[in-house]
């Protein structure tokens, strides 16, 4: 689990450096993304995933499939959790059996056709329709017009949508409009209210707080002391892994926001900056793969987050275009009002695979 907790700290950081500025992304589905590419490389260029991801894509799998799937449970509404692994493929471009077998062992994969090289357009409509599918349409256009070009052979792609509701719902009644301390000022947001025993701990300069859901899902509050700002740089893989494993249950009063939130971004730079270089150069070695001279020409990520009194859906899609080269009495409730900027953590509880980590500064 620290692997992939030093992943996505280590990511998050370069795909959000302003504390200010609010973002989502997922964790599963990127890492989904650089561990089928993993698979897919040779040499330097699979060395430099490796170092990136901070595992092989054997332990990494191990994390991944094992949050492929979730406990049905008794809730009243069972989990709804999809998870697509494809590789598109140009219809002339020969893939490497050895590949399509290792393929296999990745959840919801599948090996598709598409006609990159003759009509780039219906490519990128087919990709697109296959994401807003699997995430119930709330990705509705992964690649942007114009993103898949004439020489643009194929195309790692996953997708994820989870929505599961909490273990205790939340009261609509009790939500109320409270002030949240914003970067740019105080406002008035829908505040959700509970008192009930919940995972909590607050150590080490933050206040943290499990939200048990269904599928043995867990959403974690992370609510610094002071502010985000300046908290945040100092949350590494070894901290996160000492607060998730601080807490135990307390009787809490607690106010959360109800909020939206949604992330955008072009991975390219930020996995440079994780080392990962080789992939985007004529040097990228796809022997694994194919015998055709490929390079990844861009790697895109969207992700949304919606959490209410019911529960959590989520939605994530990343892209990887290759182209060709040349609680007895209870004592008094902890109280716990999330009023200013935090971190929110949706993972599987078993695993410890992050399915989304947003940053919240206004949820407005």
Not at 185 to 194: L, Q
Not at 249 to 260: T, V
Not at 307 to 326: F, H
Not at 333 to 347: A, G, N, Q, T
Request: hydrophobic share 45%; glycine share 6%; charged share 25%.
């Amino acid at each position: 689990m620290s692997e992939h907790l030093d992943f996505s700290l280590s990511l998050h950081r370069q795909l959000a450096p302003n504390p200010d500025e609010q973002f989502c992304w997922s964790p599963y589905s990127v890492a989904s993304a650089l561990g089928l590419a993993a698979t897919a490389t040779g040499g330097q260029t699979r060395q430099e995933l490796v170092t990136a991801l901070r595992e092989e894509p054997s332990a990494l799998l191990d994390v991944l499939g094992g949050a492929a799937e979730l406990t049905a449970g008794s809730a009243p509404e069972p989990p709804v959790l999809a998870v697509a692994n494809t590789l598109w493929a140009h219809e002339d471009l020969r893939i490497e059996e050895p590949y399509v077998r290792a393929l296999k062992d990745w959840p919801g994969s599948e090996v598709r056709n598409a006609p990159f090289r003759t009509d780039p357009e219906k490519s990128r409509q087919l990709i697109n329709a296959d994401v807003a599918e699997t995430t119930r349409d709330l990705i509705p256009e992964l690649l942007p017009t114009g993103s898949v070009l004439p020489d643009t052979v194929a195309a790692l792609v996953n997708a994820l949508y989870l929505k599961v509701s909490w273990s205790q719902a939340f009261d609509d009644k009790a939500t109320t409009a409270r002030t949240f301390h914003t970067p740019s000022g105080a406002g008035d947001v829908p505040t959700m209210h509970v008192t009930r025993r919940l995972d909590y701990a607050a150590a080490e300069g933050w206040q943290v707080v499990g939200l048990p859901a269904a599928g043995g899902v867990e959403a974690v509050v992370l609510l610094p002391d002071d502010g985000l700002e300046q908290a945040e740089p100092g949350l590494d893989a070894a901290r996160l892994a000492r607060l998730l494993g601080a807490v135990k249950q307390e009787r809490l009063e607690l106010f959360l926001p109800k909020f939206k939130v949604t992330g955008d971004a072009e991975l390219t730079r930020p996995l440079g900056a994780l080392g990962v270089r080789d992939l985007f150069t004529p040097a990228a070695d796809f022997s694994p793969l194919t015998d055709e001279s490929l390079r990844v020409s861009s790697v895109v990520h969207q992700a949304v987050l919606d959490v209410d009194e019911k529960g959590l859906e989520g939605a994530a899609a990343t892209a990887m275009m290759m182209r060709l080269s040349a609680i007895i009495r209870e004592p008094d409730p902890i109280r716990v009002e999330v009023d200013r900027p935090f971190l929110f953590l949706v993972r599987h509880q078993e695993t410890g695979a992050l399915y989304f980590l947003a940053r919240i500064t206004d949820p407005a």
